[in-house]
């Protein structure tokens, strides 16, 4: 029977095979890592991407996750359809678009499937009640899930911290209601930023605050920020309408956000040959 015979040196570039290893796993003390447990490092996507489309083809990343692929794409000018069913996964990319190349939602970039009113947001909570609040928690810049939300119930939904002072990180606890709330949900999470010694606690909630619960959030006090002098109410409330609409919580401006991890920032992209295809 006829057969070919390739010797190495008859044809320029390497065989192709699967055997990855020149690129490293991320490790606990790597540059680019999240935190997200199935993170891939981003030299892998790209020698894929590179070794199988052009620039301006389109990459299909059907189970994005944190978005390796899609920071991939964007780097190696690709377009590119990420889709995964977590909010938190989502959160995670829109972080890593800003943070890498200053991309943001609605401008440069569109989000499909996520609550944009406040009856989407109801109709999320009515049917899976954790992914509304890691869809909550992503209204909140950099803040992040509080763990992994099993076990027994610490009164804690999300966390970030924020550094106004070098040598003292602070501590901002968060915690999300879906159904009926009343002042003794407020008293309750008054106890957990004791407990918790946060500086700040933000309680956000789907129905309208009674007039208690907001009494009971101001006798918290404020905290005072060491630059500027700030006077920033400890216990805020706020609803999931007024956070749709850009209302934010009250945290201090020139503070460094440390929630998320900071994806770092693509300086340059470079152009590659074309692949005949």
């Known amino acids: 029977m006829p057969r070919y015979k390739r010797y190495l040196d008859m044809n320029p570039g390497n065989l192709i095979q699967d055997?990855?290893?020149?690129?490293?796993?991320?490790?606990?003390?790597?540059?680019e890592r999240?935190?997200?447990p199935t993170q891939k490092p981003i030299a892998l996507l790209e020698r894929i991407i590179l070794a199988s489309s052009n620039e301006g083809d389109v990459v299909l990343d059907?189970?994005?996750?944190?978005?390796?692929?899609?920071?991939?794409?964007?780097?190696?000018?690709?377009?590119?359809?990420g889709i995964d069913i977590t909010h938190l996964a989502i959160a995670l990319i829109?972080?890593?678009?800003?943070?890498?190349?200053?991309?943001?939602?609605?401008?440069?970039?569109?989000?499909v499937g996520e609550p944009?009113?406040?009856e989407d947001a109801r109709a999320l909570a009515h049917h899976d009640r954790d992914e509304f609040q890691r869809w909550a928690i992503g209204l909140i810049p950099r803040a992040r899930p509080y763990q992994d939300k099993k076990g027994a119930d610490t009164g804690i939904d999300g966390v970030l911290f924020f550094k106004d002072d070098p040598d003292d990180p602070k501590k901002v606890v968060i915690q999300v209601k879906s159904g009926h709330v009343g002042v003794k949900d407020i008293r309750d999470f008054r106890g957990v930023m004791e407990r918790e010694k946060a500086t700040l606690g933000l309680f956000v909630t789907l129905d309208e605050p009674t007039r208690a619960m907001q009494t009971e959030?101001?006798?918290?006090?404020?905290?005072?920020?060491?630059?500027?002098?700030?006077?920033?109410?400890r216990l805020q409330i706020r609803t999931v309408e007024q956070l749709l609409r850009g209302e934010g919580f009250q945290i201090p401006g020139a503070a460094m956000l440390m929630g998320v991890s900071r994806a770092e920032r693509v300086q340059e992209q470079f152009r590659q040959g074309e692949l005949e295809m």
Not at 19 to 31: E, F, G, K, L, M
Not at 220 to 231: A, N, Q, R, S, W
């Open 217 to 233: 959030a101001e006798s918290v006090g404020f905290y005072v920020t060491p630059l500027g002098k700030l006077h920033l109410p």
């Open 62 to 81: 059907p189970f994005c996750g944190c978005g390796t692929a899609i920071v991939a794409a964007q780097k190696l000018k690709r377009h590119w359809v």
């Open 116 to 118: 944009t009113t406040v």
């Open 19 to 31: 055997v990855i290893t020149d690129i490293n796993p991320i490790s606990s003390q790597a540059r």
């Open 34 to 36: 999240l935190g997200y």
């Open 94 to 111: 829109k972080y890593r678009l800003a943070d890498m190349f200053d991309l943001r939602e609605g401008k440069d970039y569109l989000v």
